[in-house]
Nanobody
């Protein structure tokens, strides 16, 4: 499967953005999907994940109540809706796919086999 993350951009604090992770080559319903981000000078960190059918999701504590992950398997796309953005959300955001179809969403990078290129999100104060 190939993944393409898109939808990044620049926004002021308090604003919203929606990222899309579009799969090609295979149906995204075969994969759990996670979103990760990497800020300048920092390690990549987990943001959100859901299972292959979207039945279970998990979010990092830093984004709970502000971000939502959901998917449309008919469109072969997983979304990350980001509200109430803060400057500390500034990062390159990546989506990744886990072909093992776990029953619970996974937060560890090592559990994802396929990665898309990143999309930049910049939040100004």
């Amino acid at each position: 499967v190939q993944l393409q993350a898109c939808g990044g951009g620049s926004v002021q604090a308090g604003g919203s953005l929606s990222l899309s992770c579009v799969a090609s080559g295979r149906q995204i319903s075969s994969y759990g999907v996670g979103w990760f981000r990497q800020a300048p000078g920092k390690e990549r960190e987990f943001v959100a994940a859901n299972t292959w059918n979207g039945g279970a999701t998990t979010l990092a504590d830093s984004v709970k109540g502000r971000f939502t992950i959901f998917r449309d398997n008919f469109k072969n796309t997983v979304y990350l809706r980001m509200n109430s953005l803060k400057p500390e959300d500034t990062a390159v955001y990546y989506c990744a796919a886990d072909g093992l179809r776990p029953t619970l969403p996974r937060a560890a990078e090592s559990q994802y086999q396929y990665w898309g290129q990143g999309t930049q999100v910049t939040v100004s104060s």
